[in-house]
């Protein structure tokens, strides 16, 4: 008698995302930013673990818009023309989920550009009168990477350039986990 040998697929690699970048209407305004790289080609060979900080700390869709005010290293997350300030609730909230996301075994995360919640770069940061002039991070992409260092986190926008998204894959399908 023949013995039948299964063959068991590799569990996918885990990456977090910003969920708007999967297609979700989770922004401000009811849309999403669906990124076809990370949902086609990379969506093949990784399992997307989506996040949307904004929704998920109980903000509604749509929502008003938010901008990030004060020291860009320490900033509050503030509605742009109610003025009601966020950054206790999204606190609380990015505590809860980097401690669920520890559990995830998540080998990197793909985060939104500008956001003042997931922008990892270059974040307007409003100073006391309301002028933009000084950049930073979002709130919880900063929280991110000082959670996890040396885990591999890049903005979308920023895999198009063919170095970045290589440099960034490398790290990602080259390490042993997080």
């Known amino acids: 008698m023949a013995t039948r040998q299964t063959h068991k ?5 885990r990456l977090g995302v910003s969920a708007c970048l999967l297609g979700e209407r989770v922004r401000y305004d009811g849309g999403h930013r669906h990124n076809r790289y990370l949902t086609g ?11 949307c900080p904004e929704v998920e700390c109980g903000l509604p869709v749509p929502r008003e818009a938010m901008h990030l005010e004060g020291d860009p290293t320490s900033p509050r997350l503030v509605t742009e023309t109610g003025g009601i300030d966020h950054t206790a609730r999204m606190s609380r909230w990015i505590r809860r989920r980097l401690r669920e996301l520890a559990s995830e075994n998540l080998r990197g995360f793909v985060l939104k550009s500008k956001s003042p919640s997931c922008g990892l770069r270059g974040v307007p940061v409003r100073d006391a009168s309301a002028r933009p002039g000084r950049c930073g991070m979002g709130l919880f992409a900063r929280a991110l990477v ?25 790290r990602v399908f080259g390490q042993s986990g997080t």
């Not at 697929?9 to 690699?13: C, S």
């Not at 080609?41 to 996040?51: A, Q, S």
């Open 9 to 13: 697929r590799p569990e996918k690699i």
């Open 41 to 51: 080609t990379l969506g093949r060979r990784v399992e997307w673990v989506p996040v």
């Open 146 to 170: 000082e959670r996890w260092p040396t885990m591999p986190v890049e903005e979308a926008e920023r895999l198009s350039d063919p170095r970045r998204r290589e440099k960034f894959l490398e």
